[in-house]
């Protein structure tokens, strides 16, 4: 599911529990966005900015962050199993109760 060709504009949006299995959301603007209990697994999120948005519970398995700015955003007890962030901005970022089982970083920038 390709959701933006270009830079889509979700700042503060409540996306909370929804199904973004797939999508692709390169270049988005989801600053502060609500994504809780959210279903993005398998989504692409390449210089997305993410920063401030809440991601608690979220299901991130196999998501592919790549420069993506996830500054001051709430990972708490969310599923990130194979994840992949490649230079992802993650000052602040709360990953507490997160499963970070094989996940990977790179190059992250504090």
């Known amino acids: 599911m390709k959701l933006c060709s270009g830079k889509l504009t979700l700042v ?3 996306l909370s529990g929804a ?7 390169s270049r988005a603007n989801l600053s502060g966005a609500n ?19 809440d991601l608690s519970g979220a299901d991130l398995k196999w998501v592919k962050f790549h420069n993506a700015d996830l500054s001051n955003a709430n990972f708490r007890g969310a599923n990130l199993f194979r994840a992949f962030l490649h230079d992802p901005v993650i000052n602040g970022a709360d990953f507490s109760g997160a499963n970070l089982k094989n996940a990977s ?3 992250q920038v504090y």
């Open 19 to 25: 199904n973004l299995t797939d999508a692709d959301l």
């Open 12 to 14: 503060t949006a409540d």
């Open 35 to 53: 994504l809780v209990d959210a279903d993005l697994t398998n989504a692409k999120l390449h210089d997305t900015n993410l920063s401030g948005a």
């Open 105 to 107: 970083f790179s190059e």
